[in-house]
Structures are given as C-alpha cells and as structure tokens.
Nanobody, 126 residues
Framework: QVQLVESGGGLVQAGGSLRLSCAASGRSFSFYLMGWFRQALGKEREFVATINWSGENTYYSDSAKGRITISRDNAKNTVYLQMNSLKPEDTAVYYC???????????????????WGQGTQVTVSS
C-alpha cells in the first residue's frame, strides 16, 4: 500500500511561484513512476508532469513546459512540482500519483496510476 500526501498549495498572484511537495510512504518509492495531475472546478482531471524512478527522465503537458518543473528526492520519499509564472488558468486542485510497478514516463492517463493523494488547492489570482 502506498500513501501520498501533498502540501504547498495556496493563493498566489499571477506571475508568482509555488512549490508543491508530495510525501510518499513505502520502502520502494525509488521504483515508482510519479506524476502530478490537476483538476479545475467542473473539469476532468488532467496530466501535468511525470518523472521516472531515477529522476533523469521527465515529461510535461504542453501547458506546463517552460514554467513547471518536476523533481524527486528518493532519499526523502518526496516528489516536487515547482511552478513559476503562474496564470489564473493554473487554478486547480493538484494531485500527486504513483504507479507501481514502474511504467513509461510518457504515461499521462489517470487510469494508468495506482495511488493518489488527497490533493492540494492552488489558486492564482489575476
């Protein structure tokens, strides 16, 4: 069983930055494919970014490229999402997800992930 706990969300002005964290339980964290998704009010959950087990390979949605960076620290069982130049359309609940066993870094569908956190709200004001 894997438990994921997100933190770091909040209210920020457009153009600002936030760093989300996702703390994972489980001794095999370093083998998990980790992803970040988001869900705006009234919309479907959508892919943001993924990172492979070593952190060497990452994959981003078109809207995330150039502004958002995913990283991980396997020693701390934590994955991060650094978000810069935030826009009002980035407002959503952000979810951390894990896939066990390891999958391809290009996996971007909700159904491809086995475990989910409870989400953290990010609100970007204009």
């Amino acid at each position: 069983q894997v438990q994921l706990v997100e933190s770091g969300g909040g209210l920020v002005q457009a153009g600002g930055s936030l760093r989300l964290s996702c703390a994972a339980s489980g001794r095999s964290f370093s083998f998990y494919l980790m992803g970040w998704f988001r869900q705006a009010l009234g919309k479907e959950r959508e892919f943001v970014a993924t990172i492979n087990w070593s952190g060497e390979n990452t994959y981003y949605s078109d809207s995330a490229k150039g502004r958002i960076t995913i990283s991980r620290d396997n020693a701390k069982n934590t994955v991060y999402l650094q978000m810069n130049s935030l826009k009002p359309e980035d407002t959503a609940v952000y979810y951390c997800a894990a896939r066990t066993p390891q999958g391809r870094v290009t996996m971007r569908e909700v159904w491809e992930y086995d475990y989910w956190g409870q989400g953290t709200q990010v609100t970007v004001s204009s």
